[in-house]
């Protein structure tokens, strides 16, 4: 079994900063491709960005500029830092992590459980 848990959402002013983090913990061999996606309320949920375990990072266009993805492998960790915060970025914001938990190289798919952004003054 794996899990995530994410921490850093909040209320933030705009053009203010925040940082989230998600860590991964469980029964994992490896970890591929880890991601942050959000949902606000009415729309679908979307990809915000994403980090693979090697290679580039890949941004939706509202956030270019502004977020940065990352991740520390040593810790099965991942971070959004999010900075010029807008109203328009609030939402649920989950971690994904692709997790092979065994030689056999399979990868699963794991959820967070979200966490709250709110932009507003």
């Known amino acids: 079994q794996v899990q995530l848990v994410e921490s850093g959402g909040g209320l933030v002013q705009p053009g203010g900063s925040l940082r989230l983090s998600c860590a991964a913990s469980g029964n994992i061999f490896s970890i591929n491709d880890m991601g942050w996606y959000r949902q606000a309320p009415g729309k679908e949920r979307e990809l915000v960005a994403a980090i693979p375990s090697g290679g580039s990072t890949k941004y939706a266009d509202s956030v270019k500029g502004r977020f940065t993805i990352s991740r520390d492998n040593a810790k099965n960790t991942v971070y959004l830092q999010m900075n010029s915060l807008k109203p328009e970025d609030t939402a649920v914001y989950y971690c994904?992590?692709?997790?092979?938990?065994?030689?056999?190289?399979?990868?699963?798919?794991?959820w967070g459980q979200g966490t709250q952004v709110t932009v507003s003054s």
């Open positions: 994904k992590a692709m997790v092979v938990v065994n030689a056999a190289l399979y990868e699963y798919e794991y």
